[in-house]
């Protein structure tokens, strides 16, 4: 009986580091191709992906947008970016104040959206984003967009309870061609840190 117990021991044992080696090799390969150069644009601090939604996605790509996406549509139709950083390369964090400034994007309709942990920031005004029907610009068309804990005058989000990483995501619906063809020179929103706590 011992001897029984002891192959039952030893092959769950296997099944058990088996399963953790494949989660983790899972994990490192998606971690890697969201890091990775393949299919990747940068634009100042915002990053895209040339396959994000479209038919020459991967497995990797694919199993990303479904671990941290809810849906993609093709690149012709939503242009995302993403940022976890600010302008000068400093990671966004809850415990800092920032100003994001820009101008209208050449796309039917944009939006831009802050989280943290891949969620919305719990907040009494329900403020998540912005978009071009309902930022407020200055007389040149140019916007700005605060974030910080404290309430600000104008475009204002909320940072909850200042703590963790923060990211920013940048949706362009139904982007002009010129767009498309300058996903890594097209004019992007900054994102300049006014100090931490």
């Known amino acids: 009986m011992k001897r029984v117990f002891k192959y039952i021991g030893k092959g769950l044992l296997i099944i058990i580091v088996g399963f953790a080696l494949g989660l983790g090799s899972l994990v490192a390969s998606i971690y890697i191709q969201e890091r990775g150069p393949w299919g990747k644009v940068r634009n100042g601090p915002w990053e895209t992906s040339l396959h994000t939604g479209s038919t020459e996605a991967g497995p990797y790509t694919r199993a990303k ?18 940022t976890f950083n600010d302008s000068k390369g400093q990671p966004l964090d809850c415990r800092c104040n920032y100003r994001m400034e820009g101008k209208d ?93």
């Open 65 to 82: 947008v479904a671990l941290f996406g809810t849906l993609a549509l093709d690149p012709s139709e939503v242009g995302y970016y993403i």
């Open 105 to 197: 994007l050449s796309a039917r309709w944009w939006s831009v959206t802050v989280y943290k942990d891949f969620h919305f920031i719990p907040n009494d005004q329900k403020r998540y984003s912005y978009s071009k029907t309902n930022v407020s610009r200055d007389k040149d068309g140019r916007w700005i967009v605060k974030l910080s804990l404290k309430p600000q005058e104008g475009n204002w989000i909320p940072l909850g309870d200042g703590e963790g990483k923060l990211i920013l995501a940048l949706r362009l619906y139904n982007p002009d061609p010129s767009v498309i063809e300058g996903l890594d020179s097209i004019d992007l929103p900054d994102i300049i840190r006014e100090g931490c706590r």
